[in-house]
T-cell receptor, first 115, second 112 residues
Framework: AQSVTQPDIHITVSEGASLELRCNYS??????LFWYVQSPGQGLQLLLK??????LVQGIKGFEAEFKRSQSSFNLRKPSVHWSDAAEYFC?????????????FGAGTILRVKS | ETGVTQSPTHLIKTRGQQVTLRCSSQ?????VSWYQQALGQGPQFIFQ???????GRGNFPPRFSGLQFPNYSSELNVNALELDDSALYLC???????????FGEGSRLTVL
């Protein structure tokens, strides 16, 4: 069965500082990996995804993530955080269409940005 | 391009009642999934519909049921509501054979 662990419940960074949000997954085959962002009272917005190929993927809003198979990780990074990045971030793993397209989400990491 | 829309945005029910939530998929998308997000948790997969049939189901009891219509819109029905059903219910649409989901803003259900 798939599972996702986001070890950090809350992270606080200063505006302009770099950011790394951790994500570890468990899945027997090559996973589909996603990062979503959720602002208060809103739905989920896709930041980036990894299906195959280059293990460093670029997303929207200046975010990137690196797939490391040996560490079962898919950490999200941003070189310089803006106050508008404050939100909750979810990592998710999917098995693909053949398995009902189900996504398994982590519990989320709340990002606070201090000025 | 019209995104995923859900209705109602908020509703309050009492224990034992029934609720229907609605979702219109993004233009061109033929697959709809439903997720439950309890407060402080990540979303949990309820089920997915493709070509008007259930195409995958998570660990939810049969009182959670759904429909997909020929125009690809969908309904989530929950019978015999329990207090623990209080949550944000998210609908997501996608194209068949792709893993990328596009989410709506959700319907927040409160059960008293």
């Amino acid at each position: 069965a798939q599972s996702v662990t986001q070890p950090d419940i809350h992270i606080t960074v200063s505006e302009g500082a770099s950011l790394e949000l951790r994500c570890n997954y468990s899945y027997g085959a090559t996973p589909y990996l996603f990062w979503y962002v959720q602002s208060p009272g809103q739905g989920l917005q896709l930041l980036l995804k990894y299906f195959s190929g280059d293990t460093l993927v670029q997303g929207i809003k200046g975010f990137e993530a690196e797939f490391k198979r040996s560490q079962s990780s898919f950490n999200l990074r941003k070189p310089s955080v803006h106050w508008s990045d404050a939100a909750e971030y979810f990592c998710a793993v999917g098995a693909g269409w053949e398995y009902g397209n189900k996504l398994v989400f982590g519990a989320g990491t709340i990002l606070r940005v201090k000025s | 391009e019209t995104g995923v829309t859900q209705s109602p945005t908020h509703l309050i029910k009492t224990r034992g009642q029934q609720v229907t939530l609605r979702c219109s998929s993004q233009s061109g998308h033929n697959t709809v999934s439903w997720y439950q997000q309890a407060l402080g948790q990540g979303p949990q997969f309820i089920f997915q519909y493709y070509r008007e049939e259930e195409n995958g189901r998570g660990n939810f009891p049969p009182r959670f049921s759904g429909l997909q219509f020929p125009n690809y819109s969908s309904e989530l029905n929950v019978n015999a509501l329990e207090l623990d059903d209080s949550a944000l219910y998210l609908c997501a649409s996608s194209l068949e054979h792709t893993g990328e989901l596009f989410f709506g803003e959700g319907s927040r259900l409160t059960v008293l």
